[in-house]
């Protein structure tokens, strides 16, 4: 069993920029792929992008450029960076675990809140 914690979440200004964070407990956080995924008030889940296992990274072609995922295996923590915030980037980010190379999610956080004030 793998639990996710997000965190990081909040208020910000158009602009600016978050770093959200995913704890991860167990010992097993190098096994897995690490997504990214948000979901805004009425809308269908979104996917953001991932870090594989061994650090390489992809993202949609609507997420290229404003957002950036990283891992620290030593810390069991996955990040997702969001630079130059926009009202529409507000929703529930939420982090996933993989053990099939992003085709699925095993595991799933209980998200953390990101809302851009204009």
């Known amino acids: 069993q793998v639990q996710l914690v997000e965190s990081g979440g909040g208020l910000v200004q158009t602009g600016g920029s978050l770093r959200l964070s995913c704890a991860t407990s167990?010992?097993?956080?190098?096994?897995?792929?690490m997504g990214w995924f948000r979901q805004a008030p009425g809308k269908e889940r979104e996917f953001v992008g991932l870090v594989w296992r061994d650090g390489s990274t992809f993202y949609p072609d609507s997420m290229k450029g404003r957002f950036s995922i990283s891992r620290d295996n030593a810390e069991n923590t996955v990040y997702l960076q969001i630079n130059s915030l926009k009202p529409e980037d507000t929703a529930v980010y939420y982090c996933a675990a993989s053990s099939n190379y992003g085709q699925a999610y095993d595991y799933w956080g209980q998200g953390t809140q990101v809302t851009v004030s204009s």
């Open positions: 167990g010992r097993t956080f190098r096994r897995y792929d």
